[in-house]
Each structure stands twice: as C-alpha cells, then as structure tokens.
C-alpha cells in the first residue's frame, strides 16, 4: 500500500498530515461519531463510545487504518489470530519500540501520532496492544516511558527508508499523563496514553507568589529547580535587565512561565536524546540547531521522496498582519514624559495597505524607554514571524522542531533555502498483522525561513485581578513606619511564602484625598495596618492602596459610640500618646475635641475670629507661661461685666518707641482701687485717696486733705 497524494488537502495541522483520503478504510464516513464507532468496531468491541473525543479518535483513525491498511472488521480477527497457537505479540525488531515500568511487551505500540511544537507543549498519543486485559493505571500513570522509532529493524518492513544504524534511531520519552481502556477482543485488549514531558507537569501546580529584582531567566530556573526539574538549559543570546516586580496569582506554573517567556521574546522546545528530553530555552533564530544527517532534505514531487528520507509536499501561505506597533506606558516619576510612548521598527513586510495599519495598545509592561522599545521590538517580529509559513509533509523521520535544515531540489529555487521547524507532526504504525505498508512513517510540518526572527505572540493569558484585595503593610523588623515618602511595602494576605520584612514586596503608590504638586493629604500606612489595594487596569505587577481598614488587631478608637463619634487620631512614632481631631454627633452633646500630643502651632495668614455663642471659655495652663504678642496694632478687650485677675505677681512694662517714653492708660467710669496689703490708692470721679494704715491723703475738688498720726513736711 502506498500513500495517497495530499496535494488540495490544506495545511494538515488541524488533523492528521496524512489527508482525508486517508480515511477510505472506513468507506463512507458521515461525521465524526461514524469515526468514533467504527474505531470501536477495530477493537472487537460493538457500539461507539469507546472512545469519548471524536477529533482524537479521527486522528488514531487516520493513522492506523490509513498505514495498515486493514478494515475495521477484519484488524482484531488478525491479530488474535498472530496470539492463537502461536508466540505472544513482540516488538522486538519492530520499527516502534516502547518502554515502561510494566515491563517488556506488556505494552506495545501499534499506533503512534507525536507532536512537536515551539512555545507549545509536545504531546503523544498512543494506540497500544497488550494480552493483559487488567493492567492497573496506578501502575503506569505519571510514570516515565520511552518511545524509540528504529527504521534499521529487520522486522520494520521500511524499505523505501534510508537507515543503516542505530545512529539513526529517535528517541521520544515522558510521562504517562492520561491512560484508558479501550476495548477487548479475544486475547487482545486496547489501550490509549498519552504522553508530555516534565514541563506539563507545570501545568497541574497552580500559585500565587511574586518575584522581584530577578531576570526572566532566573525566575525560570528558580522555578523549575524547586519544582525538582533540572533537565534544561538557555541558549540567551541577549541580556535582559532583571524585572522589579513580576506577579504569579492563582495561575498553572506553565501557565506563567509560558507567558514569561513570551513577554521576554523567548522561544521554546524540547530537544529528546536517548534518556531523556531537555528543555532549551533560546532567543534567536540560532536555537535551531541543525540536524545530524538531516541538514539537507531534497524535495520530490512522487514516490521518490519516500526513498530518500525526502518531501513530498511544499506550501507555502501568506497572512496579512499589522504594519507598526505602538506602546504607551506610564511612570510615576514622570507623569508627563513623552519617552513613554514607543514605536516598533519598520515593519519588513510589504503587503498592499500594510503601511497604514498599526496596534496600539496601553498597558504597564515597563517603566524605562529602553524597555519599551525592546518589547515594540519583539511584537513587531512576532507579527513578522506569522505573515509566511511553510507547510510540508515527508518521510524525513529525524525532523524535530528544534531543528533547522535546507530544503534542495525544489523547482521553485527560492525556496531551496534554510529554514526553522517550528511544528512536527509524526504518525507511525507498527505491522503486528502484516500488512503494513512499506512506508510505515510519515509526518507533517511546518517552518519559517531561517533568515526571519522566530518570536513567539503574547498569547498566554495573564491574570485579571479582580475587585480589591487585603495586604498588610510591612517593613523591616523593630520599625513602626517604612516608606520611601509616599509609598509602602505590602503582604498580599494570599502570598504564603512572604517574610513580613519588605524584602518581597515592590514599592506600592497609596491613594490620598489629594495629591497636587507640593500640597495635598498624606496618611501613610504604617507596618501591621491591613490595607485595601486595587490593581491599575487588573495587572497583578501594578498595585495601588485605595483604603484602609480595622480589624481584630486594631480596632477602631471610636468603638462602642454606635457610629456617632468619628475623628482622626495619629500614634505617637515608637512612643505613647497621639495627636487627634474628635467629633461626637451625639444629640444635645455634640463636641469638637482637638488634642495635641506636645506642640501646637497656629498660623492665621489674616483675620482670626473665635465667637462663644453662650456660655464661657476657659484657657488653661497646667505648667508653663501664656504669652501674647502684637508685633504692630493694638489690644482692646471689652468686658461687659467684672475683670479678674489672680497672680502673685503683675509686672506691666512700656517700652519706649522711637527714642520717646513709654505710655500706659487705665480708665474706668466709676473707679479703680490699687490695694497691695494695709496699702491702697483709690481712685473716683470726684477724687484721689490713698491710704496706709491709718495715714490718709485725699485730692479732691475741694483740695487736698492729709491725715497721720505724724506729718512732716518739707523734711
């Protein structure tokens, strides 16, 4: 049996490489639940439903059927009949070889689709045979396995494949991540795995956690090592600023890695050796590596391409994309700098109207100009990298999607040149009922001119954050206050692997009632408070504190006044006391309380003005002096009753001004009376009397009367 021609059948990454015509096995095929019965019929087993994803089933359909070239009805009768009277199923000598914890032969390999991808999770799906009809998934789930395809074996029926050593083997390893049972028939039953590398694991832990100050490729390997993975390695070519501040929040690892990675323009893909599989982490068109034997793969419009490891499909497809790429971005340091704003290079592409289509967008992906520059940069060449594909399908089995090689032999000599593997597809069969084909390989596709920067699009999503979230304010230990002046460090409540110290956490901006150019409010948080913060535009890297709230370690000062007393009221920095500002709304007892923990200073520009409507008003000095000073004016003071004043000692002094001496007026409508002791000058309308003990001087209108036990005169 030979292949039928695929010329007309599209790219072939949507399903199999191998074409719809693939499917004339089955005869006349409806839709694909008539796939889905009839792969439940090639195991013995009546009825659909064995397999529950119809695509999944097409796809083991396409390949199985289409390279054994056997018909539903007839595949299970054959391979019992291999099994009845006579040895059980190998696979030694077979061209697909498998390896697992179960033990040699347990299980074997009948089907095989295998895909590698860049920035995309390789995957294998198996179709298996086993004489044990019992085999424990526990057993094989999460467990490593190893796939060899050895087209140098006596037994593989490949003799339009060029191989004469082991050297030419591919190796395929992971772990078991999903492992069904599929159908019976007679001694036979069917399995169905599939298989990923470590990387998917990523994808089963999920966490919320912050880096900070670190490179991308520090994160990387940070999180791959506590993870207990060290089967990889970068292949930087450029070197990249550490991020300050980069969020993971309830997210699969994969998930933010892939998204990193994509952020920073890093490509990725899986390199598989004999033992294991690495991870290679790279950044330019040069982490294509070229493959041994495979640098050169002619193309071959017939049946010759099978002969020679060659091609036998070349497409090549266009997309429109975007002419430039445009970014702004802002930082608070520079609310108003036009460097913020950045443009990608010229675009290389020169599609009709592509000139004059650009993406804008408005994100906070970077705080420097450089930054932005370079991120424009990797947008531009991610959009150039999708604009012209290749897709192919062949027979060169040593294809890998880290690889690069140069097409020849193509009648179109502009395409006769080197290019990127960016996805491969490889289907295989084993021949346990003899009839396979000669060719039982085949895969499919697709590349990029090796002379285009490969730069993978910003796909992965990352979080929203929704609504507000609860943080605590932190700071080194033994301090109360830890700010830049206007900014705090947090604890997210859901970041368990915080120290509490600051050390973890960006500088966060902290929202205040107003903020103007050297005037405003400032409260800033201090450490221990519980804080409420939103994020600008959902992004988990840029946080803002909104509010503030009380909790059960600090309560409200004004608790237990049933809401009727509100205020402000500060602590004293490493001390006791306060300084506050109360305002009790109770009825019929209303009161405006200020209090000053030590100094109170009071600057009125112009007009000061206190009015006590009823009642009094009391100023009180515990211990110290009460001084009024009138730089320039004068004192009235007017007093509708009685004036007193109680003091051990009264001392009234008049400076002179301006060389003349000084004044002091007293004045009263009906008297004053100076009494010091047995001494007293009193003073009336109608006269002057002082007196001491008996001894009387009167002025009066009349004259002058003195009085004294002894009078002396001019003495």
Known sequence: MTFASNEGGGSGHAGSPLGTSM?????????????????????????????????????????????????????????????????????????????????????????????????????????????????????????????????????????????????????????????????????????????????????????????????????????????????????????????????????????????????????????????????????????????????????????????????????????????KISFRDFNYNMPSSSLMYVESPTTRLNHSGIKATERYEYH?????????????????????????????????????????????NHPVDAYNKEYAILRVRHEAVNDYTRHAAETPYRNAFMCLPFDVPFRPLRRTPKPYMQGTHAAMVVGPKGEEIYTDGSRVKLHFLWDRRGKFDGADSMWVRVSQPWAGDGWGGSAIPRIGQEVIVAFNQGDPDNPIVIGRVFNGGAANPYDGTNGQTMGIKSKTHKGKGSNELRFSDVNGAEEFYMHAQKDMNTVVVNNEVHTVEQGSRTVAVNIGDEKKQIIKGSLDESIALARNTTATTVQVATAAKDGGGGTQTYQAENGIVLAVGASKISMAPDGIRLEHNGSVIVLSDAGITVNGTRIDLNK
């Not at 006579?86 to 009948?110: A, M, W």
């Not at 004489?131 to 998934?137: G, L, N, Q, R, V």
């Not at 990387?220 to 993975?229: M, R, S, T, V």
């Not at 690495?278 to 495979?294: A, C, H, M, W, Y």
């Open 364 to 408: 906070s992906l970077y705080d420097h100009h450089d930054d932005g520059q370079r991120y424009a940069g990797y947008a531009m060449e991610a959009e150039e990298a999708q604009a012209r594909r290749f897709d192919g399908t062949g027979f060169a089995y040593g294809m890998t999607a880290n690889g690069r090689f140069t097409l020849v």
């Open 23 to 323: 499917l004339s096995s089955f005869g006349s095929i409806g839709s694909l639940a008539d796939v889905s019965s009839q792969v439940g019929a090639l195991a013995g087993v009546p009825g659909a439903g064995l397999i529950g994803d119809a695509a999944r089933a097409t796809q083991l359909a396409q390949t199985g059927l289409s390279l054994l070239g056997k018909t539903p009805a007839s595949i299970a009768d054959s391979i019992n009949g291999l099994s009845s009277g006579r040895p059980r199923l190998t696979q030694k000598n077979r061209f697909i070889t498998f390896e697992t914890p179960l033990g040699q032969d347990v299980l074997l390999v009948s089907a095989a689709v295998i895909d590698e991808c860049v920035n995309e999770l390789p995957q294998m799906h198996l179709d298996l045979l086993s004489h044990e009809s019992d085999i424990d998934a526990e057993k094989i789930v999460g467990q490593r396995v190893k796939l060899t395809l050895s087209p140098e074996s006596a037994n593989a029926s490949l003799t339009t494949i060029v191989a004469t050593s082991t050297e030419n083997r591919r190796y395929f390893d992971g772990y078991v991540a999903s492992f069904a049972r599929v159908g019976h028939s007679g001694t036979v039953t069917r399995y169905e795995m599939t298989v990923v590398p470590w990387f998917w694991f990523l994808t089963r832990s999920t966490d919320c956690r912050i880096f900070q100050n670190k490179t991308a490729r520090d994160i990387l390997a940070e999180i791959f090592y506590e993870l207990g993975f060290t089967d990889f390695e970068f292949d930087l070519r450029t070197t990249r600023p550490p991020l300050e501040y980069i969020v993971m929040y309830q997210e699969s690892y994969y998930n933010f890695c892939a998204r990193l990675m994509e952020q920073e323009g890093m490509l990725w893909t899986f390199r598989y050796e004999k033992d294991k599989h690495v991870l290679v982490v790279g950044d330019t068109n040069f982490s294509f590596r070229p493959i041994p034997t495979l640098e050169t793969i002619p193309y071959y419009a017939d049946s010759a391409a099978s002969e020679r490891n060659g091609i036998d499909r070349w497409d090549e497809a266009f997309q429109f994309r975007v002419g």
